[in-house]
């Protein structure tokens, strides 16, 4: 049994999880209960930590988290804003200097 991922969110952790079981892998949450105990120990040792039964499955399912983790848009490109030339970075849907939203495709 190996430790794949710890995060401070006991939702990532959890998602997941039901993630990887429906991939077919096997694995566990442990510390789901210890942030009471924040403050004795270092807040970083008790966050909720998810571990693969099957050492074989560890790289596996390390990429898999890796891939889920890094999807989304976060490699949108740079935009700039039509009505005030400002320039955004890809994630931003809304001009923060005039208010102005994104069209779709806009560069």
Not at 46 to 62: G, S, T
Not at 64 to 89: P, Y
């Amino acid at each position: 049994m190996k430790r794949i991922y710890s995060s401070q969110s006991h939702m990532v952790v959890a998602l997941l999880k039901d993630i990887l079981e429906a991939s077919g892998i096997s694995c566990v949450i442990r510390n789901e209960l210890l942030a009471g105990a924040a403050g004795e120990l270092p807040p970083i040792e008790c966050w909720p930590e998810l571990w693969v039964m099957d050492d074989d499955q560890y790289e596996w399912a390390r990429k898999f988290i890796k891939t889920t983790l890094d999807a989304g848009d976060h490699g949108r490109s740079v935009w700039q804003c039509q009505q005030c030339d400002e320039c955004l970075e890809g994630q931003f849907a809304q001009c923060w200097r005039c208010g102005q939203v994104r069209e779709n495709g806009q560069k």
